[in-house]
């Protein structure tokens, strides 16, 4: 079982649309939880970080965690052209000392004009 | 936010020779930093983390003697890809967290070096 997984994609929805994407981690000891933004040839960009259970929002985006069921979401409100992008989800994983970020393979979404 | 350069962007070199990448955290200090690698279309490997003053761990499967990690300070972590071939060609990108924050908190990229090994 990979430690995180997402759906590739793509996810295609129409411009003002609800996108909404979906991770889930294997670690149930996973302290902390990431959205990433990356276009293509560049490096991820941070969009929002969650540690507790419930939702956060941050303007159009709005990340949702459920540790019980090691779940992780994101909803982008009103979905723009310019937020065709890949999303990589990611798990700050591990022990004292020894922290890391696992990524999952991302799911490419394409927002239609 | 926090920023991290990388250097060189991009870079072409002949099959045999070694390159070496330099991340630098410019306005904080990180005494861990990670090494990732991505091919086309796929995620970001982890290759391994750099840890200040110490060796770093390296993930299962990365050979440690051709990928040289060295973290000489809590503002630069180097890259060595020693002896590269065709098939090392891809994207590497460094992350470093800012000491202050915390272990759990998020991690910011630089912006990645293309190696290209003709």
């Known amino acids: 079982q990979k430690e995180v997984e997402q759906n590739s994609g793509p996810l295609s929805v129409p411009e003002g649309a609800i996108a909404s994407l979906n991770c889930t981690y294997s670690?149930?000891?996973?302290?902390?939880f990431f959205w990433y933004r990356q276009y293509s040839g560049k490096s991820p960009e941070l969009i929002m970080s969650?540690?507790?259970?419930g939702d956060k929002e941050d303007g159009r985006f709005t990340a949702q965690l459920n540790k019980a069921s090691q779940y992780v979401s994101l909803l982008i409100r009103d979905s723009q052209p310019s937020d065709s992008a890949t999303y990589l989800c990611a798990v700050n994983t591990g022990t004292s000392g020894t922290y890391k970020y696992i990524f999952g393979t991302g799911t490419r979404l394409k927002v239609l004009a | 936010g926090a920023v991290v350069s990388q250097h060189p962007s991009w870079v072409i070199c002949k099959s045999g020779t070694s390159v070496k990448i330099e991340c630098r955290s410019l306005d904080f200090q990180a005494t861990t930093m990670f090494w990732y690698r991505q091919f086309p279309k796929q995620s970001l490997m982890l290759m391994a983390t750099?840890?200040?003053?110490?060796?770093?761990?390296?993930e299962q499967g990365v050979e440690k003697d051709k990928f040289l990690i060295n973290h000489a300070s809590l503002t630069l972590s180097t890259l060595t890809v020693t002896s590269a071939h065709p098939e090392d060609s891809s994207f590497y990108i460094c992350?470093?967290?800012?000491?202050?924050?915390?272990?759990?908190?998020?991690?910011?990229f630089g912006q990645g070096t293309r190696l290209t090994v003709v």
């Open positions: 969650i540690y507790s259970n």
């Open positions: 992350s470093a967290r800012d000491i202050r924050a915390g272990p759990y908190t998020e991690a910011f």
């Open positions: 750099s840890n200040e003053g110490s060796k770093a761990t390296y």
């Open positions: 670690d149930r000891g996973s302290q902390s």
